[in-house]
């Protein structure tokens, strides 16, 4: 299921940390966009590539999506063009926002976030203040330089603590996330080691997580071959065990909204009309998995020999 695109330019563009730019995107004729919940992102394409990018602004400012962009050399491209190419007034297309990391109702919430990791977690802070919600942050990076937002987030009036790595070490997870108060939850984003030792240490009915990428999976047994159906198309294909859903589907000349091919960002979502998804990706929770109403076509394969898709 794709998302209708949006056609913004490039309103403003701002330093908020030591190689962190904040990017504001509008309507080229200044209607209000798309509404968007914290925890919601954007795919935006930058580059010829498409990247995923959570909005980190205000969800009551409907003139405008405001995204942070980190430098990062050794990535695929996406970020050093935002960094290096794209200028205010520039034309940039993206989708309206999908949220798979809702801020759910809550008694309190923690958040810890690493490094740009930071993005989703201060509009959901913003949105605990809203709602008169105990929150607190633990909010680790590089160092202070590198760590972006930080006036926002003290402006905000809650318990925020800044680890600078370079001062302070590594987050103090143990005591960040011990004797949760009853109705808490916790939600994380940043690195995948970070992500990881939050797990360890956090009961998996309280903890809600964002990946940047997805980790490492070891399965056993081997995959097997089997028959999709996409009804709208009116194709249908078999699926070989060395190749996914949304490659079989491309092969056949279908087009597909996609861009992470890691189960992590949503892009590919598709409706199941019938048959059982073999779920892999990184998204859905355990209730959306056994629903078995859609799945990511891009990792997820086929647990009962045959699929019916809405594509």
Not at 57 to 66: F, N, T
Not at 190 to 207: F, I, K, S, T, Y
């Amino acid at each position: 299921m794709s998302d209708p695109t949006l056609h913004l330019i490039v309103r403003r563009m701002t330093w908020e940390a030591e190689g962190v730019l904040s990017v504001e995107l509008a309507r080229p004729d200044g209607k209000p966009l798309p509404a968007w919940t914290p925890g919601a992102h954007i795919d935006v394409h930058v580059g010829g590539q498409v990247r995923q990018y959570s909005l980190c602004g205000d969800p009551h400012d409907a003139d405008v999506y405001r995204i942070g962009v980190l430098n990062e050399p050794a990535s695929r491209g996406g970020s050093r063009h935002v960094h290096t190419r794209l200028r205010p007034g520039q034309p940039v297309t993206v989708s309206e926002p999908r949220n798979h990391f809702a801020l759910e109702d809550a008694a309190g919430y923690v958040f810890v976030a690493g490094g740009i990791g930071i993005t989703p977690l201060l509009a959901m802070a913003r949105e605990a203040a809203r709602r008169g919600a105990a929150w607190r942050m633990v909010y680790g990076g590089r160092s202070r330089a590198s760590m972006a937002f930080t006036p926002e987030l003290a402006a905000l009036g809650g318990d925020v603590t800044l680890v600078p790595q370079d001062e302070r070490g590594h987050i103090d997870l143990d005591t960040a996330l011990a004797d949760l108060p009853t109705g808490t939850l916790v939600y994380s984003c940043g690195p995948e080691p970070l992500l990881a030792a939050v797990e360890e240490r956090c009961p998996q009915d309280r903890l809600r997580l964002e990946r940047f990428s997805a980790p490492a999976v070891e399965r056993t047994g081997d995959d097997e071959a089997f028959e999709v159906e996409f009804r709208t198309s009116g194709v249908t294909l078999t699926v070989g065990a060395g190749t996914s859903v949304i490659d079989a589907a491309e092969s056949a000349g279908l087009t597909v909204e996609s861009s992470c091919r890691e189960g992590i960002c949503g892009s590919c979502e598709t409706r199941v009309l019938d048959g059982t998804p073999d779920h892999r990706d990184f998204l859905l929770s355990e209730a959306e998995r056994a629903a078995g109403t859609t799945m990511m076509i891009c990792v997820s394969r086929c647990a009962s020999g045959r699929l019916v898709l809405d594509l």
